[in-house]
């Protein structure tokens, strides 16, 4: 009986002198390069065309007509990321160039309140270009 209770005080000791048998978990954790997070849109660059709701397969992007501003007509689209399926079709279907609406590379979704689940972006048709044109 004495024998056992020797043998693992040794192991004991031996592990405190050597430390943990696992790696260090990374203090800030790094998505992969491919992954494929919440959209976001860049309202400077996006024309209001449409495009990314009318291609949305989740139906997550929602239009709504604002009625005119300074004589522009202007837009309000609406992400909810409680449907987004993160598939990227509407960045692959954004006609303007760099992308207005991207997939970033945030992947903690977790929402305390319903105002941190949508993004909501107001433009004008034609993007902010016609705003400085007048």
Partial sequence: M???????LGEA????LQGPYTTKFPA??????TYRGAPRYYEDLCIACGT???VCPANAISL?????REGVKWRRLKVD???CIFCGTCEANCPVNPKAIRLSNEYNLA???DEDHYSISEVPIGGK???KKQ
């Fill in 52 to 54: 990314c709701f009318r």
């Fill in 129 to 131: 270009k016609v705003l």
């Fill in 111 to 113: 929402y305390v309140g």
């Fill in 28 to 33: 800030v954790p790094a998505p992969a390069p």
């Fill in 81 to 83: 990321y409680g449907r």
């Fill in 64 to 68: 709504e007509e604002l009625g005119e």
């Fill in 13 to 16: 000791l031996l592990a405190l």
């Fill in 2 to 8: 004495r024998r056992p209770k020797l043998r693992e």
